[in-house]
């Protein structure tokens, strides 16, 4: 599992997990077989047309175009999906953390040519396994990659805090103890980059986030120190749960 540090216009450092290439090849391949599909249904309709000439002209100027630009076209409407990514929930992003223009998308459009026809997928698969950012040719002259939207869990919360024994320790959020794991590891994730990068971005995530869960456990009053009240939750759930 490999991961990126994107830093945002507002100055915030999010942490997304990069797509693997299996997954990355599979979303082709959905693609393709997509593509295929209506590919076939519109020579078929044209098929059907009255005149050889007729038929001949839709299939230039409706199959040809569509097979062209379905990825071009398909990541600039999808906001750097196409359908085959949305199935896997990836897409691609920029690596300045800005908005992926319609000219990023040509440069990676255009690369493809290479990337994956001209080799065969080779190259691609070299690249995306062995750059730093898992960047096809594409990628790399437009500065983009692809990311996955829904994060692998490979590691428990209680490897993450790396607790062995917290002794005598009394909890003090008994209700913490019905919030999900998804929801401590998105706490404990919280905590380390505001560890990382104390700057006002973070303060105002920690923040948000300590209203939340304090709302959540339906307190009076939300805690001072929103740090302090998190990590307090994270103790407290360990030993409720564990």
Known sequence: MRTIEIRTTQNATISYELAGLSLRVFAFFLDALILGSIAWLLYAISLFLPGMY??????????????????????????GQTIGKK?????????????????????RWAFRMVDIWMSLGALTAILI??????????????????????????????????????????????????????????????????????NEAHREAVKDLATIVAQRLEMETIPEDSVAFLRATVKDYIVLTR
């Open 54 to 79: 007729t038929g001949k002209l839709m299939q230039f100027i409706l199959i040809s175009p569509f097979v062209a630009f379905y990825t071009l076209v398909s990541e600039i409407v999808l906001d």
């Open 87 to 107: 199935a896997l929930k990836i897409r691609v992003v920029k690596l300045n953390g800005k908005r992926v223009q319609p000219f990023d998308f040509v440069l």
């Open 129 to 198: 396994s062995s750059t730093d950012n898992g960047q096809r040719l594409g990628g790399i002259v437009s500065n983009t990659t692809v990311i996955r939207l829904v994060p692998e869990m490979r590691v428990s919360l209680e490897d993450l805090l790396k607790i062995n024994r917290l002794g005598d320790y009394e909890p003090t959020y008994l209700g913490i103890k019905n919030f999900k794991e998804q929801d401590m590891l998105l706490i404990k994730h919280t905590l380390d980059r505001f560890k990382k990068f104390n």
